[in-house]
């Protein structure tokens, strides 16, 4: 079993900058493919940025492309997600979440931990 914990949320204006942090415990996270996802008021929850287990391949979702930088430290079991320029529409919850294998389809179907999320408010 995987505990995922993240941190860093709150409310923030336009433009401004986040980091989330998630804190892993009961295994070691450098067998994991990580993700951070997001689920806005109605909406599905949906891939913002993934990492591979040693950090050498990250992916993003269009609309933080250039904007979010996903990284991982496996010495200290940590995710993070650095969010710049941020915008009204990155308002959400953030999830992070966890998988051992990966096949080409970062889904929130195919993960197997989840963390419960933190809130990011960016006002306008």
Same mark, same amino acid.
């Given at each position: 079993?995987?505990?995922?914990?993240?941190?860093?949320?709150?409310?923030?204006?336009?433009?401004?900058?986040?980091?989330?942090?998630?804190?892993?415990? @009961?295994?070691?996270?450098?067998?994991?493919?990580?993700?951070?996802?997001?689920?806005?008021?109605?909406?599905?929850?949906?891939?913002?940025?993934?990492?591979?287990?040693?950090? @050498?391949?990250?992916?993003?979702? %269009?609309?933080?492309? @250039?904007?979010?930088?996903?990284?991982? %430290?496996?010495?200290?079991?940590?995710?993070?997600?650095?969010?710049?320029?941020?915008?009204?529409? %990155?308002?959400?919850?953030?999830?992070?979440?966890?998988?051992?294998?990966?096949?080409?389809?970062?889904?929130?179907?195919?993960?197997?931990?989840?963390?419960? @999320?933190?809130?990011?408010?960016?006002?306008?």
């Amino acid at each position: 079993q995987v505990q995922l914990v993240e941190s860093g949320g709150g409310l923030v204006q336009a433009g401004g900058s986040l980091t989330l942090s998630c804190a892993a415990s @009961g295994r070691t996270l450098r067998n994991y493919y990580m993700g951070w996802f997001r689920q806005a008021p109605g909406e599905e929850r949906g891939l913002v940025a993934h990492i591979s287990w040693n950090g @050498g391949t990250t992916n993003y979702a %269009d609309s933080v492309k @250039g904007r979010f930088t996903i990284s991982r %430290d496996n010495a200290k079991n940590m995710v993070y997600l650095q969010m710049n320029s941020l915008k009204p529409e %990155d308002t959400a919850v953030y999830y992070c979440a966890a998988t051992r294998y990966y096949s080409g389809n970062f889904s929130p179907a195919n993960m197997s931990y989840w963390g419960k @999320g933190t809130l990011v408010t960016v006002s306008s």
